[in-house]
Nanobody, 123 residues
Framework: VQLQASGGGLVQPGGYLRLSCRASGNIASINTMAWYRQTPGKQRESVAS???????NYADSVKGRFTISRDNTKSTMYLQMISLRPEDTAVYYCSANLFYYSSDDSPVVERAWGQGTLVTVFS
């Protein structure tokens, strides 16, 4: 079971990017999914989250600019980012609360993390 984040890159202020996070493996269900970000020397901060029924929550700093969504049929979450600012520069991590079965068929409930994708907003 793993989460794979992608979509980061270099963009100028005012630009846009779309991040993706796909869960794979023997997953039975995915509950809340979320995006976090972290810059050097700072704690990881929550950016946005979405429940399995579509309820969303955003950090004040990204409200109106970022949109979180998910496609449950593809076990994938997205983060559409517009009007990007230099202060949005960070490594973005995805997280998901997973219910899956281990190799010995034991049920497991776990909060999984993706590997991070770098977003750089520069002039």
């Amino acid at each position: 079971v793993q989460l794979q984040a992608s979509g980061g890159g270099l963009v100028q202020p005012g630009g846009y990017l779309r991040l993706s996070c796909r869960a794979s493996g023997n997953i039975a269900s995915i509950n809340t999914m979320a995006w976090y970000r972290q810059t050097p020397g700072k704690q990881r901060e929550s950016v946005a989250s979405i429940t399995n029924t579509g309820t969303t929550n955003y950090a004040d700093s990204v409200k109106g600019r970022f949109t979180i969504s998910r496609d449950n049929t593809k076990s994938t979450m997205y983060l559409q980012m517009i009007s990007l600012r230099p202060e949005d520069t960070a490594v973005y991590y995805c997280s998901a609360n997973l219910f899956y079965y281990s190799s010995d068929d034991s049920p497991v409930v776990e909060r999984a993390w993706g590997q991070g994708t770098l977003v750089t907003v520069f002039s």
